[in-house]
């Protein structure tokens, strides 16, 4: 008879509550995946180009793309969705909800996914792209041509450690009002004392963590091939 009480309990917080925040939460990962890797990308071509061991090196322009990536990656990301609340409200119109949460995870996410795709880049076997300059090809030649090419296991690599990185992120942002199972494991689970919601969320959480490397795994293999 409990067992019964508790599955049907679980039925309903799962269907009303969790569920919904699930599709809440896979669209803000990858919505802030998808904006902090395209202009992630464009960070780390501008570092790239311009950085001490660059194709075109510039002190000036690489130390100012330098301290700003510095300056946001040394921020906790909850301190930074509250310090820029402002503008995320400028900018999206609220403070609260899912694409509240997308403005400040994306700005946090560009820098650091730029500085990894940089240091990827970095570690290119330099004769390669002094063989690319030899046969005239221009600086974005050999960024897409070379070093991507080049670059593309240990990007999947990791951009899948940063997917799971920012999955864990969007429950912090769950904190300060996000949507998704965040919101939902503070404030339907701990904060009203229900284990059945906050264990089934962290237990959802788990199990896309495992999904997100699986499929990084399955593409790491595939671009081995």
Known sequence: MLDNMFWTNWLKYFTKIIYPSIGATIRIVGACMVLAIFFGFILAIAMILYGPLGLRPKKRIYGALNFIVNTVCSFPLIILIVAISPITKMVVGTTIGE?????????????????????????????????????????????FRVMLKESVPSLISSLTLSTISYLGATTLAGAVGAGGLGAVALNYGYQSFNNTILYTSVMVLFFMVIIIQGVGNWLYKKSLK
Request: glycine residues 6%; charged residues 20%; aromatic residues 8%.
């Open 99 to 143: 694409k509240a949460a997308i403005f400040p995870i994306t700005l946090a996410a560009t820098p650091y996914i730029g500085r990894i795709i940089e240091n990827i880049f970095l570690g290119v076997d330099r004769q390669l792209i002094e063989a690319a300059r030899s046969f005239g090809a221009s600086d974005m030649q050999i960024v």
